[in-house]
């Protein structure tokens, strides 16, 4: 096959045309597309994963090859991983770790009841093909902040703070950095070579750690994250990333003093969970409306929209005839008819018999 | 006719919770295996059409046109019946994959498919055999029961309905755009226009697949164009009778019942699932048969539940039986040649006003 006839995306532009108005079905074209190498598709971004090395004990580090339809990411910020699991297409978070053009690296951690992760990193193997989502996230390296900046991760927070820091690094960053990663066990500890190279390079960047779970080896701090651990610090930017608690502790600590720069954070598990149908307020968001409302976990989100002026499509108004089923893009709802629970980002819910169970979003 | 016991609303309460049960208990054991199977029926219409595209390219040699017509007819009845139409169902939405979600799958027919999910999954699976409020009895052109206001339009009926077989495709697709409203100065042109211009985008463009470019790729590699074009002609007319007569023998068998519009005041959901099941008439046949069907050889479980994959409805209807028959309720059910005769028959009688 001649090179130069695949050395651009331009080839597939006619068949984009055709799909978008109708002429072809996306679905048939993937098909072929699929059949003829395994990452090629249309429009939709898929990549081939290149290599595999383990980066802490739980943790693997994935280096991939996305095909054209990639649409550029910074490293930092995340994207969806999709799989599949008894039938249901799931997605998962992945922060990026390094970004040159369609070569991306990121790291999986297992999880504890993370049947997702786990089944990632026992099954995937160089030259697997997966799915990826559009990449997200606003963390970036502070701009104001000759005077330092604090990096604090929890966990597989590291990932995001590590790829920004390599970044900043490679940019010729020069101001204070001073990284603190907690983990639970010292083999948590993740990227400990790379980060060791890094600050043998940058005589600005100090990294230490936090074992929480067990005692910790030499130079390695012990315990929760507390104000000792932050005493007489330059670092007046923060960027934190970790789960919920441990990103709401970072925020007060660092806030607890006078600091010029600014806090960015994280969060990557989600608030704890609400009682279901408990009466309390959510905030809703319509994200084609482009409107966004304080709701209710009582009525469904018809009602909910209808109530804010919105004039979503809909038919039986019970449940039966799928005309007002819109995508789920973020948060967790109620079967208003079962009590089954759905959290999956881009999952096709009824609005007429979904209530929210936290703050959602959804595309209507 | 039919010998139901009427239901007390506590009984009735009692039947829709058995069905709902029935219904949670199927949702909550969806899995792999209901993924695997529609993946599969795609890959059967792909196989199958590009097979009967490639033989179609042989010419008129007898074995190959036939072979070729028959393997294309059965790819559009398949994607037409088991994929299409119950992916439009939203019967895989749980899957999450956006290549099967009911709001935007789009089918191989020239009804588009934002039509059918509202005139079919809306208006008719909501309103079921309300006579008014269900267009889908008689499609406005055939008067089907004696509930029906006789008009004189009906008593060429026979050919009404000849000519809605041949060309159901369009009929379906016609259906949304209320020419027959139109006509009575009901709606106004202003409303039927961007219907019918969508209408008619659909209908070009399926035309110009199957009408157009492939014979013209015929032409191109030295086949024989016509014998394309004839080819892909008797393949969608094979599918329109199939389908016209599998939907046909849903709601218009002998003993299917019709409803006066005011049972919809108050429904209950127990009310609701008891005129899907009285409305509705299975077929009965082995496994090929049904998914040949679409599984709309099992329209009772498809009625009581239109959501849940229909692979499902097999087995979901030995317990519908049971449920029908503890709450007194007939369950129409017969062999596809007995079933359609009572529907030809009801197209014969009711053509004259004095049949109720």
């Known amino acids: 096959m001649p090179s130069f006839v695949f050395s651009s995306a331009g080839w597939l532009q006619p068949l984009r045309l055709l799909v978008a108005h109708g002429w072809l079905r996306e679905a048939g074209v993937d098909a072929w597309l699929g059949a003829l190498r395994a990452d090629w598709r249309l429009n939709r971004t898929f990549a081939r994963v290149h290599s595999l090395r383990w980066v802490a004990a739980d943790m693997l580090a994935l280096r991939l090859k996305a095909n054209r339809n990639w649409p550029g990411a910074r490293p930092g910020q995340a994207v969806l991983v999709y799989g599949e699991r008894d039938g249901v297409r799931l997605a998962r978070c992945y922060s990026l770790t390094a970004v040159r053009g369609r070569v991306l690296e990121l790291a999986i951690k297992r999880q504890p009841g993370g049947r997702f992760a786990d089944k990632l990193i026992d099954t995937l193997l160089p030259g697997d093909v997966l799915e990826l989502g559009a990449p997200s996230g606003e963390l970036e390296w502070p701009r104001d902040a000759d005077s330092g900046v604090l990096l604090l991760a929890a966990g597989s927070g590291i990932t995001a703070l590590y790829g920004l820091l390599r970044e900043a690094l490679a940019k010729g960053c020069k101001q204070p950095v001073w990284l603190l990663h907690s983990v639970r066990r010292r083999e948590q500890r993740a990227f400990v070579p790379e980060l060791q190279a890094l600050m043998a390079r940058h005589p600005n960047l100090r990294v230490q750690w936090l074992i929480t779970g067990e005692p910790a080896g030499e130079g390695e701090l012990h315990g929760r994250l507390g104000a000792e651990h932050l005493r007489d610090l330059p670092a007046h930017s923060l960027l934190a990333c970790g789960p919920h608690g441990f990103v709401q502790k970072a925020l007060s600590l660092w806030s607890a003093e006078p600091r010029a720069g600014t806090a960015q954070w994280e969060a990557f598990s989600p608030p704890p969970a609400q009682v279901a149908g408990a009466g309390q307020a959510v905030r809703l968001e319509f994200a084609r409306s482009g409107l966004r409302a304080e709701g209710d976990d009582q009525r469904s989100l018809l009602e909910q929209a209808e109530a804010r002026g919105l004039k979503p499509k809909h038919g039986c108004r019970q449940g039966i005839c799928t005309e007002c089923t819109c995508q789920l893009l973020e948060g967790r709802v109620r079967d208003l008819r079962s009590g089954r629970e759905t959290s999956e980002p881009g999952q096709p819910i009824r609005i007429c018999v979904s209530a929210p169970l936290s703050d959602v979003r959804i595309d209507l | ?356």
């Not at chain 2, 010998?3 to 029935?22: H, I």
């Not at chain 2, 339009?153 to 495709?169: D, E, G, P, S």
């Not at chain 2, 470019?213 to 008797?234: C, E, K, S, Y």
């Not at chain 2, 409305?279 to 679409?294: A, M, R, V, Y």
Request: glycine share 8%.
């Open chain 2, 1 to 356: 006719m039919r010998t139901d016991r009427e239901l007390t609303p506590a009984e009735l309460d009692a039947f829709g919770a058995e069905l709902d049960a029935l219904r949670e208990r199927t949702l909550a054991d969806l899995g792999a295996a209901d993924a695997r199977y529609i993946r599969r029926v795609r890959a059967a219409v792909r196989l199958c059409c590009t097979a009967g595209r490639v033989l179609l390219m042989f010419g008129w040699f007898p074995p190959t046109w036939l072979l070729g017509t028959l393997l294309l007819g059965l790819g559009k009845i398949l994607e037409n019946m088991e994929l299409g139409h119950n992916v439009m169902h939203g019967q895989y939405d749980w899957m999450n994959d956006p290549e099967l979600n009911g709001q935007r799958y789009e089918w191989d027919i020239v009804g588009p498919a934002d039509f059918w999910r509202h005139t079919h999954n809306h208006l008719h699976h909501t309103y079921t055999n309300v006579i008014g409020r269900d267009d889908d009895i008689g499609y406005g052109l055939l008067r089907l029961f004696p509930e029906q206001r006789w008009k004189p339009f009906y008593r060429r009926q026979v050919l009404w309905a000849t000519l809605q077989a041949l060309l159901f495709q369009y009929a379906v697709a016609v259906q949304h755009v209320k020419l027959d409203k139109y006509f009575k100065g009901r709606i106004s042109k202003d409303e039927v226009r961007p219907l019918q211009r969508q209408m008619n985008g659909k209908i070009v463009r399926q035309w110009a697949k199957d009408y157009l470019f492939f014979p013209l790729l015929a032409l191109l590699i030295g086949a024989n164009a016509l014998a394309v074009l004839t080819g892909n002609l008797v393949a969608n007319l094979l599918r329109n009778l199939w389908t016209f007569a599998v939907i046909f023998c849903g709601h218009f068998t002998e003993k299917a019942a019709v409803f006066p519009a005011e049972v919809l005041e108050n429904e209950s959901r127990g009310h609701w699932y008891l005129r899907q099941l009285r409305g509705s008439s299975n077929l009965e046949g082995g496994p090929l048969f049904h998914i040949l069907t679409g599984n709309l050889s099992h329209q009772i479980e498809h009625h009581l539940y239109p959501d849940i994959p229909a692979r499902r409805y097999a087995e979901m209807a030995r317990e519908v039986r049971q449920i029908a028959a503890r709450y007194g309720q007939e369950y129409n059910t017969g062999r596809m040649s007995r079933q359609i005769a009572t529907v030809f028959r009801r197209i014969w009688v009711y053509r004259k006003p004095q049949a109720v």
